[in-house]
């Protein structure tokens, strides 16, 4: 059943707490590391381990920008099945309590005027 094999990918690549977590927070655009710790209170190693997997499922992309590399959604589609899990489940996660600028958050987008330092 080769024709199901993109599918079940993307399915095992998005069926863990984490994984989930880490793409609402791509909802509000690309991150880098430093925000998603911030945003979601995981440690940076527990978060990278967690985006490689993304990104060899090809769901993520990164993109180094001086010190930071920041993580997108290759394709938005990918949130269409997210929000219908939720819907299919009556279950939304974490509350998104996080916009778009989290005060405290030492990355860039955050806090461009900071000093640009390395996630
Ligand atoms: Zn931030």
Request: aromatic share 6%.
């Amino acid at each position: 059943m080769a024709a199901y094999d993109p599918q079940t990918k993307l399915f095992k690549a998005v069926g863990h707490p984490a994984r989930l977590a880490i793409l609402d927070v791509l909802r509000d655009g690309e991150a880098c590391v430093c925000h998603m710790e911030t945003a979601l209170g995981y440690r940076q190693a527990y978060i990278s381990q967690h985006l490689m997997v993304l990104r060899d499922a090809g769901l993520v992309q990164d993109r180094r920008d001086g010190w930071n590399i920041f993580y997108s959604v290759i394709n938005p589609g990918v949130f269409d099945v997210l929000s219908a899990a939720q819907s299919a489940t009556g279950s939304h996660g974490a509350p998104r309590t996080h916009s778009r600028k989290i005060e405290n958050c030492p990355c860039p987008h955050c806090n461009p005027v900071a000093e640009a330092a390395a996630c």
